[in-house]
């Protein structure tokens, strides 16, 4: 019969390796509005974005960040995106029924070749599922497609932010019509095709 510590250490073992994916998922540190870990944007194109992404928070009471991550550990980029959002507490907290969750994150995952953006719930009547899809093919996609990532990743935040910044009737407007535009597919992410982005 195997002494008790060898059964434990074996269970142990055996609990670490079905739930170490839960473990090891670990996020960049929210250093700022731009948290660029894939490092796609230069200094001064960082320098730039937060700078916008400033203006858009005080213009707006509302937060946009981009982020960009070398890996997603083995995840798919909604659940990645969402945890993310979460441990980053992305949006300005209120008290009770004032919770505002009015956060957005522009995810990209270059290795993974995906993209997404992560809407908190206070958002989700202006920045649609069928919105963001759109802002993905219409001002990333492209630009990723000719090699340049940087150009994409300011293009989506500036698009983000523009309708971040409309009247509320206007953006919600926008968002309709961005769904009747839109075929009924998930539309919160997109995977980015393999060489070169067609």
């Known amino acids: ?9 074996g269970l142990a073992v055996a609990f670490l ?3 170490s994916p839960v473990f090891a998922q670990s996020f960049p540190e929210l250093t700022g509005r731009v948290v660029d870990q894939a ?5 001064a194109q960082e320098e730039e974005l937060t700078a916008k992404l400033a203006e858009l928070e005080a213009q707006s009471n509302r937060q946009l960040v981009v ?3 070398n890996s997603l550990e083995g995840y798919d980029i909604a659940d990645y995106g969402y945890r993310l959002g979460r441990t980053w507490g992305i949006g300005q907290d209120g008290e009770g029924e004032t919770e505002k969750d009015n956060g957005l994150i522009l995810l990209v995952a270059p290795n993974e070749r995906k993209v997404r953006v992560e809407v ?3 958002l989700e009547g202006i920045m649609t599922d069928a919105l963001s899809s759109i802002i993905i093919q219409n001002d990333i996609l492209p630009q990723f497609r000719d090699n340049n990532m940087a150009g994409g990743i300011i293009a989506g935040a500036d698009r983000i932010s523009t309708q971040l ?6 953006a ?8 009747q535009q839109s075929s009924p ?6 995977t980015l095709p393999t060489t070169p982005y067609v």
């Open 1 to 9: 019969m195997l002494p008790l510590k060898t059964v434990l250490t």
């Open 17 to 19: 390796a079905i739930a």
């Open 39 to 43: 490092d796609l944007l230069n200094p």
């Open 67 to 69: 982020a960009t991550v």
């Open 120 to 122: 908190g719930y206070g």
């Open 165 to 170: 910044t409309l009247p509320e009737d206007e």
């Open 172 to 179: 919600r407007l926008i968002a309709k019509d961005a769904a």
């Open 185 to 190: 597919v998930s539309y919160t992410h997109l």
